[in-house]
């Protein structure tokens, strides 16, 4: 009894390996040889598309040159020096002087000699120019040439009043209680008469000392213009 006991637990010990060695076998042959295995190949980062239109750079921005700087030289672009002319030098003292502003008088020099030409309505108007050409400096000496002639007197007069009005009118202009007032200007040998009415008699006083200022007016009349009121 005691020998077919341990020949039963020899023989269960060894079913009990057999599937082992069975599963061990198994194992070896599904797994895979090192010499097997190959390697994977890098992944690559696949490349972006190319544009086919890309934007364009934006353009470089050009510097804008510099102004040149105006000068009173029309022949130099660099020179601050200031252009003086004679001729054009005794034509505005010519009419800067009331005796002569109406004169029409041409002017030409010959280096410092001044010559005067044209027309005068008297003597004295002739003499008042040559005096004052003589008086602009670089001027060394004038060859009066003008012709008297009384007959532009009048006419010179008139032209003379006529430049005057203008100047009255615009100074009252100036003035919002005189541009509203609307008085008439009229003007004889230099003297300013005035007409309309108003309220006040405050500005006709302002409007006869606003024309009295204007160059060439000898008097100021307003016995024309009526004080009254409105209805």
Same mark, same amino acid.
């Given at each position: ?8 637990? =020899? $023989?269960? *010990?060894? #079913? ?6 069975? %599963?061990?076998?198994?194992?070896? @042959?599904?797994?895979? &040889? ?52 004679? =001729? $054009?030098? *005794?034509? #505005? ?6 005796? %002569?502003?109406?004169?029409?008088? @041409?002017?030409?020099? &010959? ?52 430049? =005057? ?11 919002? %209680? ?54």
């Amino acid at each position: 009894m005691a020998a077919s006991s341990c020949a039963l637990r =020899i $023989l269960a *010990v060894l #079913l009990l390996c057999v599937p082992l060695s069975a %599963t061990q076998l198994h194992a070896e @042959e599904s797994a895979p &040889k090192a010499q097997d295995i190959k390697p994977s190949p890098p992944q690559t980062t696949p490349k972006s598309p190319e544009l086919k239109n890309p934007e364009p750079a934006p353009p470089e921005l050009k510097q804008e040159p510099k102004t040149k700087e105006l000068t009173n030289d029309p022949g130099s672009s660099a020179s601050n020096t200031p252009v003086r002319s004679l =001729i $054009l030098t *005794v034509k #505005l003292a010519l009419l800067a002087d009331p005796r %002569t502003a109406s004169c029409t008088i @041409e002017v030409n020099t &010959k280096g410092p000699e001044v010559v005067l030409s044209g027309k005068v309505s008297s003597e004295a108007e002739k003499l008042a120019s040559a005096e004052i050409a003589r008086q602009v400096e670089g001027v060394k000496s004038v060859v009066n040439k003008l012709e008297v002639v009384p007959e532009l007197h009048q006419t010179n007069v008139h032209k003379r009043d006529q430049v =005057i009005t203008e100047y009255v009118r615009e100074r009252f202009k100036k003035s919002a %209680t005189l541009d509203a007032a609307h008085f008439d200007i009229k003007t004889e040998n230099g003297v300013v008469e005035l007409s309309g009415k108003t309220r006040f008699q405050v500005i006709v006083l302002e409007a006869a000392e606003a024309a009295r200022q204007v160059p060439g007016v000898t008097t100021v009349k307003t016995h024309a213009v009526r004080i009254e009121g409105t209805e």
